[in-house]
């Protein structure tokens, strides 16, 4: 572990964990933070004791069974720092969870000094039989006792609904429990050092998954996207393929970090900004967990599927000002669904896609990650779109992304940019070069995109970036490809049969002449 100590770089080797806390509390300033540190070390060590039980197989189970916990033992310090802001007020706190059932009674109960209780902490099968028999049922009956789904008792019921305690060792939950009581949720700063390896395990997870967008969209690239858009305070802002919540935790850092926000601001972002969906259980969980640890303590997010939802039952009061989303690639929708939809296909990014348009207000603005293969595919759905798209919303800006840039997805991707409600004149194509093969080693980073966030805000063209005029575009196709007109296009590949026939002459020639050069002799 490499840290700064009185201004020079020392590698410090520590015989024990004893040791290099002392050491570095006393005479260093860690590269991240010491809390930090610690904090990512206790991740670590969570990760081991999931992966030596039977019933965590891959990170999207270390996820999965850390998320719970965590969430748990947040609410525990949410509460307990309620309670000491009701006590200095005079005035009497009413707890969420039931004295029986919160975190510091059953999870990490503390004898009078303050120390660990290893005599009345339940292990073993008792406390397998506790989380199993007792505690999940409890935390899921929430949901129906709750008075509205915008409520932080009504997300208990929905996680605890959905979430199954998979670890099968009774002493390894003991362990982990343990371990998840070392993280505090007290602070700003200890919440922010949290996300941050949150974050981390979520990309792992994405890794790991067999779908690596699901999970995980690069924060590079997020960040970008909200640059152009630049939502202002007021603004609501929407992901009905929510995943992991990257997007709206990404734009709540945005937003949180402008000077001068006022108590009416920051209630504002709490409560009345951000707005997601999400189809699929773990993801549903894990968004939930992602925007409380960056801050948002009763997410917005709603357990549906988004595209079950009839495009005509869309009112003005449910649409919003930025839609921010990336929704899953080659995915397949039932005939029922489509219905849902003007334009029938069964792709699933294409119904996405209306339906991001449909829940954008008039000049709302909209930012989407879609597969290359959208702006070319000559089937009868994706031209529509495309019409539907130029027609009524000014698709200003496209970025066409190099391969890599989804670790583990395997496609190419574009990012359309899009102000609904006045029809598309030029659209300004930036072809995104890295200039190295990007992976797990060397993701896609801020440097990578910041020429482009400079250029896109004037539309400027160079060798990268060029304007499209619409009014050029073959009505019959909308054919968006991405052609940049500043590289020479290649030579167009020849039939084979050409060129046999091309080296049948040659052979033909070279006869000719070896035989010239024979009579010679």
Same mark, same amino acid.
């Given at each position: 572990?490499?840290?700064?100590?009185?201004?020079?770089?020392?590698?410090?080797?520590?015989?024990?964990?004893?040791?290099l806390q002392r050491y570095a509390l006393t005479n260093c300033v860690g590269l991240y933070g010491f809390k930090a540190y610690m904090f990512e070390q206790t991740f670590k060590n969570i990760d081991d004791i999931f992966n030596k039980d039977a019933g965590?197989?891959?990170?999207?189970?270390?996820?999965?069974?850390?998320?719970?916990?965590?969430?748990?033992?947040?609410?525990?310090?949410?509460?307990?720092?309620?309670?000491?802001?009701?006590?200095?007020?005079?005035?009497?706190?009413?707890?969420?969870?039931?004295?029986?059932?919160?975190?510091?009674?059953?999870a990490a109960p503390k004898t009078a000094d303050g120390q660990f209780?290893?005599?009345?902490?339940?292990?073993?099968?008792?406390?397998?039989?506790?989380?199993?028999g007792e505690l999940f049922p409890y935390l899921k009956g929430f949901k129906q006792r709750a008075e509205s789904p915008n409520?932080?008792?009504?997300?208990?019921?929905?996680?605890?609904?959905?979430?199954?305690?998979?670890?099968?060792?009774?002493?390894?939950?003991?362990?982990?429990? =343990?371990?998840? @009581?070392? /993280? !505090?949720? &007290?602070?700003?700063?200890?919440?922010?050092? #949290?996300?941050?390896?949150?974050?981390?395990?979520?990309?792992?997870?994405?890794?790991?998954?067999?779908?690596?967008?699901?999970?995980y969209t690069p924060r590079p690239l997020i960040r970008a996207m909200?640059?152009?858009?630049?939502?202002?305070?007021?603004?609501?802002?929407?992901?009905?393929?929510?995943?992991?919540?990257?997007?709206?935790? =990404?734009?709540? @850092?945005? /937003? !949180?970090? &402008?000077?001068?926000?006022?108590?009416?601001? #920051?209630?504002t972002l709490q409560t009345n900004t951000f707005y997601a969906k999400e189809k699929k259980s773990l993801a549903y969980v894990i968004a939930i967990m992602n925007m409380i640890l960056h801050g948002i303590e009763a997410p917005n997010v709603i357990h549906t599927n988004t595209l079950g939802e009839n495009l005509r039952?869309?009112?003005?009061?449910?649409?919003?000002?930025?839609?921010?989303?990336?929704?899953?690639?080659?995915g397949k929708e039932?005939?029922?669904?489509?219905?849902?939809?003007?334009?029938?296909?069964?792709?699933?990014?294409?119904?996405?896609?209306?339906?991001?348009?449909?829940?954008?207000?008039?000049?709302?603005?909209?930012?989407?990650v879609i597969k290359n293969t959208f702006l070319s595919n000559s089937d009868n759905a994706a031209v529509a779109l495309r019409k539907e798209l130029l027609e009524n919303c000014n698709l200003h800006t496209v970025l066409d992304c190099p391969g890599g840039t989804f670790l583990g997805a395997g496609v190419k991707t574009v990012v359309l940019f899009f102000t609904k409600g006045e029809p598309t004149q030029k659209t300004w194509f930036y072809e995104l070069s890295v200039g190295r093969n990007m992976g797990k080693t060397n993701p896609l980073n801020d440097q990578d995109l910041?020429?482009?966030?400079?250029?896109?805000?004037?539309?400027?063209?160079?060798?990268?970036?060029?304007?499209?005029?619409?009014?050029?575009?073959?009505?019959?196709?909308?054919?968006?490809?991405?052609?940049?007109?500043?590289?020479?296009?290649?030579?167009?590949?020849?039939?084979?049969?050409?060129i046999i026939e091309e080296i049948i002459a040659l052979d033909k020639e070279s006869e000719v002449i070896l035989g010239k050069i024979q009579e010679l002799f």
């Open positions: 572990m490499v840290f700064i100590c009185t201004g020079q770089k020392s590698q410090i080797k520590a015989e024990s964990v004893v040791y965590c197989s891959s990170e999207l189970d270390y996820t999965e069974q850390s998320s719970w916990m965590l969430f748990l033992k947040y609410l525990d310090d949410l509460e307990f720092t309620k309670s000491q802001e009701a006590e200095l007020m005079a005035e009497e706190y009413q707890y969420i969870i039931d004295e029986k059932h919160r975190w510091s009674a059953w209780d290893h005599d009345n902490a339940l292990t073993g099968s008792d406390l397998m039989d506790y989380v199993d409520t932080i008792e009504y997300k208990i019921g929905e996680i605890f609904g959905e979430i199954k305690n998979k670890i099968q060792s009774g002493y390894a939950l003991r362990d982990a429990l =343990e371990k998840i @009581d070392e /993280l !505090r949720f &007290r602070s700003q700063e200890e919440k922010h050092e #949290l996300s941050h390896l949150y974050e981390t395990k979520i990309k792992n997870m994405g890794n790991a998954g067999r779908n690596g967008g699901e999970y909200i640059d152009v858009l630049q939502p202002q305070i007021g603004d609501t802002i929407y992901d009905g393929a929510a995943g992991s919540a990257g997007f709206l935790c =990404e734009a709540y @850092d945005h /937003l !949180r970090k &402008r000077e001068g926000l006022s108590t009416s601001d #920051l209630a039952d869309v009112s003005p009061s449910q649409q919003h000002d930025v839609v921010l989303a990336n929704p899953p690639f080659g039932r005939k029922e669904v489509q219905q849902n939809f003007p334009i029938k296909t069964g792709e699933t990014a294409y119904l996405f896609l209306q339906h991001f348009i449909k829940m954008l207000k008039p000049g709302g603005r909209g930012a989407i910041k020429e482009f966030v400079e250029l896109q805000n004037s539309f400027i063209e160079t060798d990268k970036s060029w304007s499209l005029d619409i009014t050029t575009l073959d009505d019959a196709t909308w054919d968006l490809s991405v052609k940049n007109p500043n590289v020479e296009e290649e030579a167009p590949l020849r039939e084979p049969q050409a």
